[in-house]
């Protein structure tokens, strides 16, 4: 795939004019990113979906009434938009009790398709760990892994030094690391249950 | 391949983490980012919700005249029209705020007028007295010497009319 970035100040320029071919390549460059960044924390296609379309409306309306002017800090801002969507998601979720016991969001994700080198069982597995790191360490690997971002977006996103997120990401790294070699017992169901719902109650997943 | 932009950008953040079991992992993370992506006809469903938002948002910000359910042909006689009216209120405006300025510039000129006649008399006058003071004083001078002329001839009179009587 090319550079998102490149060519994105005449694509944004031409949205912002109303264009609908160069808000079709805005949305063919990022709403997929940004609805795996949702998916990763909600857990639910559907949930995700609607948190995906909210963010882009949000965009095109406030590129449209010319709210944003482009100053190579797109990526950064379409993911604040989107990352403070999924917070939202995630408040509401824990406001209201039978979103959870609907198990909207903290359903299994459907399997992913063939991953030659990472089945569906480790990646369930992998999905697990992360649903039991700490809400500030997964929203870093999520921004840097789903969303795509580098860490001096992922800084411009959370307001916060790239060092300290350079750390935390590795801290992250380490934890998931050792849940999944068995130091913290992935493999225990149970626990892994309490987590998820944890997951669920903690981040409306 | 779609996500290949995200494996690189990985590839040069996560260069601090050493350990083979991160990078592994790093590996790992961003296969489910990319299965976490997949969701079939997303695109257009997100284009579908938000592109006539951005349509609606850009019509708002750039506002036209238009009547409802008016055909397209009959907008612009109406734009020409606007325009024609923008265009002769600005004209009014400009025109009545040149007025008074006119009219001060026209009080300076008569005023100057005026002040150029006063010190024109104001020459004359003073050309004359000049002239005046001039001959007055040649007069005054001529009359001093008159008089002085008569004094001696009346002192020579006297002295004489002495002699006569004496002698008569």
């Known amino acids: 795939m090319d550079d998102p970035s490149q060519g994105l100040t005449e694509l944004l320029e031409a949205a912002a004019r109303g264009d609908a071919g160069a808000w079709r390549e805005l949305v063919h460059r990022y709403s997929r990113r940004v609805f795996a960044l949702a998916k990763s924390r909600c857990r639910n296609d559907d949930v995700a979906e609607e948190i995906a379309q909210s963010v882009f409306a949000t965009v095109a309306v406030k590129l449209g009434a010319g709210e944003y002017s482009e100053v190579g800090r797109f990526e950064a801002w379409l993911f604040r938009v989107a990352m403070n969507r999924v917070r939202d998601t995630v408040r509401k979720a824990r406001r209201s009790p039978e979103v959870q016991e609907s198990a909207a969001l903290i359903e299994r994700p459907e399997r992913a398709s063939a991953e030659p080198v990472f089945d569906s069982a480790a990646m369930e597995r992998l999905r697990d760990a992360m649903a039991l790191l700490a809400d500030a360490d997964r929203e870093v690997v999520e921004l840097r892994h789903h969303g795509g971002l580098s860490f001096k977006q992922i800084a411009e996103v959370l307001d916060e030094p790239v060092g300290t997120l350079l750390a935390r990401h590795h801290r992250a790294l380490r934890k998931l690391r050792e849940m999944l070699d068995g130091v913290v017992s992935v493999g225990d169901e149970e626990k892994l249950d309490a987590g998820r719902l944890d997951s669920g109650r903690s981040s409306g997943s | ?168």
Not at chain 2, 71 to 83: S, T
Not at chain 2, 84 to 98: D, E, F, H, K
Not at chain 2, 114 to 131: E, K, R
């Open chain 2, 1 to 168: 391949m779609k996500n290949e932009r995200r494996e690189t950008m990985n590839g040069e953040a996560l260069s601090h983490l050493t350990a083979p079991g991160l990078k592994a992992l790093s590996g790992q993370l961003d296969a489910l980012a990319r299965a976490d992506g997949e969701r079939e006809g997303l695109e257009g469903r997100v284009v579908s919700a938000s592109l006539p938002m951005l349509e609606a948002s850009v019509q708002v910000a750039r506002p036209t005249l238009r009547l409802a359910d008016q055909p397209l042909w009959w907008r612009a006689p109406l734009r020409v029209a606007a325009g024609v009216a923008i265009v002769a209120t600005a004209g009014l405006t400009w025109m009545a705020m040149r007025l008074p300025q006119v009219s001060t510039n026209l009080k300076h000129q008569v005023a100057a007028k005026a002040n150029t006649t006063t010190t024109l008399v104001a020459d004359d006058w003073a050309a004359s007295a000049m002239l005046l003071e001039e001959h007055s004083g040649a007069g005054l001078d001529e009359l001093l010497s008159t008089a002085t002329t008569l004094e001696e001839k009346l002192r020579t009179f006297e002295s004489s009319d002495v002699l006569e009587e004496g002698a008569m």
